[in-house]
């Protein structure tokens, strides 16, 4: 008698159990999966090269003496280089831009970038007005200024290698307690601050410390200014590099009285443009610049060599997730660089015949 309890709660427990694992779980539906689309290319109007060169123009004083020299560039010389840059189809960047290869720009447009060493008053120069100080007119950051807003396809951008106010340098450009306004008014404005020491002596013959000494002091110089002052780059003084090629990896990164830096590129003083950084021949430790100079190797040879029929001047798709590139260039790719930053390789055939839509061969002559 006593194991019929336990016999008629048997099927109870089993039909208990049965209902369990009969129970149907609907599968999950997959979320389906996104392909990117590369950007739309019309090769007749727009054939993008994003493994091409770059220029990075070099300047100093702004106006100062009145005459071009390797240091100096007139008022009027310095519009003309703008005006230069903006009939061939560049576009202005910062050195930033570059190096993270985040060049957000325009399809059929070439990347330029103006960088500004030591940090000179004739760079950015106020003046008193009744509403308060005024950036001067004939500094360069007054007609770059003027001329962002006579030409509003473009927008400010401008790299300031610093010196900063030290017990051995003077005040950020020039003007007496307006250091800390100025970088501040340069970073708001979409422009960036960059390093270039603290005392602006060759970096040939330092010792490891030393180099940290000169580059993390000047760093927490700036960024104790103005904290969102992000600097990424380096411009060597004279464009120097320490003789011990061991000691070149602490230009991008070390530290020096607790202070630490990161940083992404350090800039030679001249000669010529830089590889794409989707490039395989893109070297961070050693870019060059262009000095903004007449006549060889200055800024206008250097443009009208770029932009000439086969120049191989960088021209962007306008899409900054992709990288294009002509089919025939495939084996200069930085790979698993360009992957690491997120971006599609986008290698395309054809020379900008395609999309003629039918329409007749024209004779050379025409």
């Not at 000179?120 to 770059?144: H, K, M, S, W, Y």
């Not at 020096?256 to 021949?281: C, E, N, Q, T, V």
């Not at 055939?349 to 395609?354: D, E, T």
Request: net charge positive.
């Amino acid at each position: 008698m006593r194991i019929l309890p336990l016999i008629f709660c048997l099927p109870l427990i089993a039909l208990t159990g049965c209902s369990k694992f009969r129970k149907v779980v609907p599968a999950a539906t997959p979320e389906p999966v996104l392909v990117p689309k590369p950007p739309k290319l019309d090769l007749t109007k727009n054939a993008p090269d994003e493994l091409g060169k770059i220029p990075v123009i070099m300047y100093h004083e702004i106006g100062k003496s009145g005459k071009n020299t390797p240091l100096d560039r007139t008022v009027a010389s310095f519009e003309k280089d703008l005006q230069l840059l903006y009939d061939k189809g560049f576009y202005l960047v910062n050195v930033s831009d570059i190096i993270n290869n985040q060049l957000n720009v325009p399809a059929g447009k070439s990347p330029v970038a103006l960088t500004f060493d030591d940090a000179r008053r004739t760079q950015f120069d106020l003046i008193q007005t009744a509403e308060g100080p005024q950036v001067a007119p004939n500094c360069a950051l007054g007609i770059l200024e003027r001329f962002v807003k006579a030409h509003p396809s473009w927008k400010l951008k401008a790299t300031f290698f610093v010196l900063p106010k030290s017990k051995v340098t003077n005040e950020s450009f020039g003007q007496t307690g307006m250091g800390k306004d100025k970088i501040a008014y340069l970073v708001k404005s979409g422009c960036e601050i960059a390093n270039h020491s603290i005392v602006h002596k060759s970096f040939a013959g330092y010792t490891a410390a030393q180099l940290q000494q000169e580059v993390a002091g000047a760093d927490k110089l700036v960024t104790d200014l103005n904290p969102e002052a992000k600097l990424e780059a380096i411009a060597l003084p004279m464009g120097k590099y320490p003789k011990n090629k061991a000691l070149w990896p602490l230009l991008l990164k070390g530290t020096d009285s607790g202070h630490s830096y990161a940083y992404k590129a350090a800039f030679d003083a001249a000669w010529r443009p830089i590889p794409s950084p989707a490039s395989l021949k893109y070297n961070p430790l050693r870019l060059e610049r262009i000095n903004s100079i007449d006549g060889l190797n200055g800024t206008r040879f250097w443009v009208e060599k770029l932009t000439a029929p086969g120049g191989g001047c960088y021209v962007s798709d306008g899409d900054p997730n992709w990288v294009s590139f002509p089919q025939s260039k495939e084996a200069e790719l930085a790979r698993a660089r360009v992957e690491k930053q997120g971006k599609q390789a986008n290698a395309y055939s054809g020379a900008g015949i395609q999309g003629a839509a039918g329409k007749p061969i024209m004779p050379a002559s025409k």
